[in-house]
């Protein structure tokens, strides 16, 4: 690999499968888009893309199709808005997740996510790490998020103004899957950042190249991690608290409706992301969210009738609003575009959406072109990742997926291993 190449990662670029083309990812905290931004975005996407956004599952999105020339441009017109792609690739600190954008504290969260964001991305102290490292902020374990971070966030209370937060640490996914675990219980917010300076600095530090911090975790057990994490100066530091006015641009959600509009596969056109930015300018405080579950969410303004702009979004072509809308099916790109994807994921996907009955309409989905599992099928209802290729008594390759269901906490089981296509099909009528 190229030094060249290293460079174009921490700038939030990948190259693409396809020769002579890059994708460029833009960090989102808590996946919190203003609508004139959304339209810079939409408007790159038009003008350098082939006009279509992919939205990721951890809240940010993806520009395709890129040429190498076009790379300064698109950096200094994301610029121009206040959005950094800076650490949302390579051995950096990642982009920071939120599942819980409905949530009451969620202003709380979005607060968080946005210092930590500023705190971590471009400072060299936290780039060039032995691999990336993932942080996510929920308002609860629900959904089992908090679960795959480097560093997972968990609100657990907020009075006066003032938040604290549960701290869980060394999860992740990929080929070896593993579950954080608790390392300290209602932190101060005014400790967080420093706290998490710790992790990361303790990680920077013994893990080897190309690993994790679970791999950190695995190896030397929970207790020395904690042990010296907790020994790192930083970790007992609090900071002055932070006065000014509000960070967040989502307001509080109190006696405000809240519109999803569903993304098949997180492909949003770009035509389609002016629409929605024009309509967050009209019925939502000009916010829009995109969620980790690759759709579009939408907190209306005080006064706006969640009926009739659901109406509004039906009229424009958008399914979701105020009601169920289609199945929720996680996708990532897949060998359609990423050069570590061993499958054509949407196609797989439209073909299990096909065979789908009615118990299994009602799940949350997820396939995962590889093992790096970016779409977290062990996180939802039924899961597919591809685990490998197959040589065919032709001479073809072709996919074999693992099938995860998740029906408690904590992290999905596998249930079928190595399923040709066929089988995975007939796995799925079997669910209903
Ligand atoms: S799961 Fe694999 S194929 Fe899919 S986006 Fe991640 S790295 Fe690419």
Redo the contacts with the bound molecule.
């Keep these: 690999m190229t030094t060249e190449t290293k460079d174009y990662r921490l700038d939030g670029i990948y190259r693409q499968r396809q020769e002579g083309y890059f994708m460029q990812r833009v960090k989102l905290p808590a996946g919190v888009i203003s609508a004139s931004q959304a339209r810079t975005v939409a408007t790159i996407a038009q003008d350098f893309g082939r006009g279509s956004i992919h939205l990721t599952t951890r809240g940010n999105m993806e520009i395709h199709w890129l040429r190498e020339g076009d790379l300064p441009i698109v950096k200094r017109e994301l610029a121009k808005v206040g959005l950094t792609s800076r650490g949302a690739c390579g051995r950096a600190v990642r982009g920071i997740t939120c599942a819980s954008q409905g949530s009451l504290g969620f202003p709380a969260l979005e607060t968080m996510a946005r210092r930590l964001q500023r705190h971590f991305t471009g400072n060299p102290r936290f780039e060039r790490l032995p691999k990336k490292f993932k942080i996510g902020i929920e308002a609860d374990v629900v959904g089992g998020r908090h679960l795959i971070q480097d560093v997972g966030l968990v609100l657990s209370r907020v009075e006066n103004g003032a938040a604290w937060y549960d701290l869980w640490v060394a999860g992740g996914l990929g080929r070896e899957p593993r579950a954080a675990s608790l390392l300290v219980e209602a932190v101060d917010e005014r400790r967080i950042i420093p706290l998490v300076e710790a992790v990361v600095t303790v990680y920077a530090a013994h893990a080897p190249a190309g690993r994790r911090l679970k791999y950190l975790a695995s190896e030397m057990g929970d207790d020395e991690l904690r042990r010296l994490i907790l020994a790192q100066p930083s970790a007992t530091e609090e900071l002055p608290p932070v006065s000014g006015l509000p960070e967040h641009l989502v307001p509080a959600p109190h006696g405000r409706q809240r519109l999803e509009v569903r993304i098949f596969a997180g492909l949003l056109p770009s035509d389609q992301l002016h629409w929605l930015a024009a309509f967050a300018d009209a019925r939502a405080d000009g916010v829009l969210m995109a969620t980790p579950d690759q759709d579009v969410a939408l907190q209306l303004a005080d006064g706006v009738d969640g009926a009739t702009a659901g109406g509004e979004l039906a009229a424009a072509g958008f399914t979701g609003g105020l009601g169920p809308g289609q199945t929720r099916f996680r996708v990532?790109?897949?060998?359609h575009e990423?050069?570590?994807?061993?499958a054509p994921?949407r196609d797989v996907a439209k073909a299990v959406m096909d065979v789908l009955g009615p118990e299994g309409a009602k799940l949350t989905w997820a396939i995962?072109?590889?093992?790096?599992?970016?779409?977290q099928p062990q996180l939802a209802d039924a899961g597919i990742?591809?685990s490998r290729l197959a040589v065919t008594a032709d001479g073809d390759k072709e996919p074999r997926f693992d099938l995860y269901r998740r029906t408690a906490g904590g992290l999905g089981n596998r249930v079928g291993e190595q399923l040709t296509q066929e089988a995975l099909l007939e796995a799925v009528r079997c669910i209903g």
């Design positions: 990532c790109p897949g060998n990423c050069l570590a994807g061993l994921t995962s072109g590889c093992h790096n599992s970016c779409t990742a591809v």
